[in-house]
T-cell receptor, first 111, second 112 residues
């Protein structure tokens, strides 16, 4: 079956702009989590959605937000982009209490 | 695992040798642990998991050991191959839902 699909793969934005990233989970998976990966901070949890509700939230500013649709697809949005938001954004999907499968990520560069 | 900030420790092994990658996790309430492999330009790939009611679990060429007393996790790779070269992360889950806390990662380099 198809894996986790993230789009776009690469993105370049200017400081102050906003960006929306998309994640399509594995079919049947209702939990979608988002992570930020940077060389300085490693892999950090952003938030998790389950059945269209945010279930867990990491320690990121309010500029980072997300949502989940009825088909379990999820989007995350970053507003007022800063240079420090440049990172690989990873999405993972899972069944309840089971291993999380990651997508290839979206590489965001803020200039 | 604690994020130890990204000076990645590196383990260099000869092809065919066994590899052991270690991880110290942070929360004694964690009840689910996963090892991931990440190759350059790719997302983390699931390798093996273990729940806190176990202390050992084996997969194909891989074994995970869990020591809850000292909050330590290890990944053993048998007969390491060049394709095993990657960064390996341990992750812990102590929350309801799927919120993983990742360790800083270890880079495994396999010499042919």
């Amino acid at each position: 079956k198809a894996g986790v699909t993230q789009t776009p793969r690469y993105l370049i934005k200017t400081r102050g702009q906003q960006v929306t990233l998309s994640c399509s989970p594995i079919s049947g998976h209702r939990s979608v989590s988002w992570y930020q990966q940077t060389p300085g901070q490693g892999l950090q949890f952003l938030f998790e959605y389950f059945s269209e509700t945010q279930r867990n939230k990491g320690n990121f500013p309010g500029r980072f937000s997300g949502r989940q649709f009825s088909n379990s697809r999820s989007e995350m949005n970053v507003s007022t982009l800063e240079l420090g938001d440049s990172a690989l954004y990873l999405c993972a999907s899972s069944l309840e209490g089971d291993e999380a499968f990651f997508g290839q990520g979206t590489r965001l560069t803020v200039v | 695992g604690e994020s130890v900030g990204l000076h990645l420790p590196t383990l260099s092994v000869q092809e065919g040798d066994n590899s052991i990658i270690n991880c110290a996790y942070s929360n004694s309430a964690s009840d689910y642990f996963i090892w991931y492999k990440q190759e350059s330009g790719k997302g983390p790939q699931f390798i093996i998991d273990i729940r806190s009611n176990m202390d050992k679990r084996q997969g194909q060429r891989v074994t995970v050991l869990l020591n809850k007393t000292v909050k330590h996790l290890s990944l053993q790779i048998a007969a390491t191959q060049p394709g095993d070269s990657a960064v390996y992360f341990c992750a812990e889950n102590y929350n309801a839902g799927n919120m993983l806390t990742f360790g800083g990662g270890t880079r495994l380099m396999v010499k042919p």
